[in-house]
């Protein structure tokens, strides 16, 4: 069953530059999509887009979340729907601890702390959130908050970026699990196609200057890019299964 539909979705931000053209997708309940695309092609920005960030106007085309059209929804409606994001540069907030964003989002206090073990986050609980965290302790945090928001579609971006070798185990175990516990979805950004090696994803899309141009099996997709680099990707029919 279709779980997200994508249609010849174009964005443009509020200064009308045109980051997003003609994107189509879909990700099936249960389904771990990977997004691939060298730095500035939009993968970021599609994300953003899905989750209904304001600097990022929907000018064409139209998203469909469990048949519902969310595309004009504002993100705090698209969270209560079942979507949530992990960003790729989580940002510090002074004020508010680690552990009191943990209460507001959680819906079971005993998984939440177990979640908290697990991700080894302990001792983070009583800071205040990202603050002075190096690169690897955000992502686990964001992960955590993104985990325990009990999201049906799990967008991450970049979960791999930064991580050193145990944590990404973790974190890639941890968003393998709760997919299948879960039954959901997961859009996952990567460059080097680390987390494929703890999380089961087949089919992949690769952007470039804002357009997905093509689709297919993600393993053959991440030799390509690793083999030939993007260049190859712009002539690659082979792949394309829409
Ligand atoms: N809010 C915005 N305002 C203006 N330009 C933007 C905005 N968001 C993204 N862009 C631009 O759109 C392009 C795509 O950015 P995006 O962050 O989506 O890339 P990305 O594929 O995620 O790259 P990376 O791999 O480096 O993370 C970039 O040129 C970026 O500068
Ligand atoms: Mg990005």
Redesign the pocket.
Known sequence: MTLLKIENLEVK???K?E?LKNINMNINSGEIIILF??????????L?SIIGLP??KKTKGRILFNGKDITEKKPNEIQKEGIALAF?NPPEIKGVKLKEIISIISKNSVEAMHAVEELKLKKFLERDINVNFSGGEKKRAEILQLLLMEPKLLLV??PDSGVDIESMKLLGKKINDYVKKKKASAII?T?QGEILKHVKAKKGYV?LD?EIICSGNVKKILRSIKKNGYERCMNCKMLIKK
Do not use: F, R, V, W
Request: aromatic fraction near 4%.
């Open positions: 931000t509020e200064e530059k980051i695309g060298p730095n500035g092609s939009g993968k970021t920005s599609l953003k600097n990022y790729q971006d970049e950004i460059h952007m804002g």
